[in-house]
């Protein structure tokens, strides 16, 4: 780093500025016909990757490798529905919402 300054490379780095664009994500907003708008999320793994995701209801996920999972930042409804592409683990979390006859 002090080498760096020395020969006046220091100073040609480029700082971050207010306009940069912050890299992209997992993220999608879908508009249905009436104009309403359901935000998701999207998880997805390499090949040769494995990875855990909580979903917004606590239900738990495990992807295995080149697998994917799109879902909505909230469930509503009486439905929990999530889209996957490849192979997934669930351990779903019940709740009062979805399955009234739990105490």
Known sequence: ?????EKGYWNRVKKPSDDDVAPGSDR???T???GSTISTNTVSTPRGGQYQVVL???????LNAASSI???TAFTGSE???????????EVTL???TFPGIS
């Open 70 to 72: 799109t879902f909505p």
């Open 95 to 97: 709740t009062k919402e």
């Open 1 to 5: 780093m002090q080498l760096l300054k």
């Open 32 to 34: 249905l016909a009436d």
């Open 56 to 62: 917004p209801d606590g239900t738990q996920v495990w």
């Open 80 to 90: 929990r529905v999530v889209d996957i592409t490849g192979e997934a683990y669930f």
């Open 28 to 30: 999608a907003i879908l």
